[in-house]
């Protein structure tokens, strides 16, 4: 992403049926922005954020399960945002396909 540009973030990425989408769109040392595509039942992978971080749903809906005890947010619906902490475990499950901002602070 090119600075002093003005873009439409659902724009900036697309589905793709075979695997998820990631588009990076800002980082410096620990800060991080990037911008998910999943269809309907495509799934992230279990994964650790090392820092905090927060996800805005652009479109769609997801499943986030958090921590190995499988604690489950369900429905997080565009428009809804939701944070977590370093060093969760955490994956999620398109309901819906679904575009998600997600922010490492």
Not at 9 to 14: C, Q, R, T
Not at 37 to 57: M, P
Not at 62 to 67: S, T
């Amino acid at each position: 992403m090119l600075f002093h540009e003005v873009k439409e973030l659902d724009e900036m990425v697309d589905y793709n049926k075979d695997s998820v989408s990631v588009e990076k769109l800002l980082e410096n040392g620990d800060f991080k922005a990037m911008l998910i595509a999943l269809e309907k039942e495509q799934t992230l992978a279990e994964h650790i954020s090392e820092v905090d971080a927060f996800a805005y749903v652009l479109e769609g809906e997801i499943e986030f399960k958090l921590n190995s005890d499988k604690k489950i947010i369900e429905n997080i619906k565009k428009g809804e945002f939701f944070a977590f902490y370093a060093n969760e475990k955490h994956s999620l499950v398109a309901k819906k396909n679904s575009k998600i901002l997600v922010v490492r602070i």
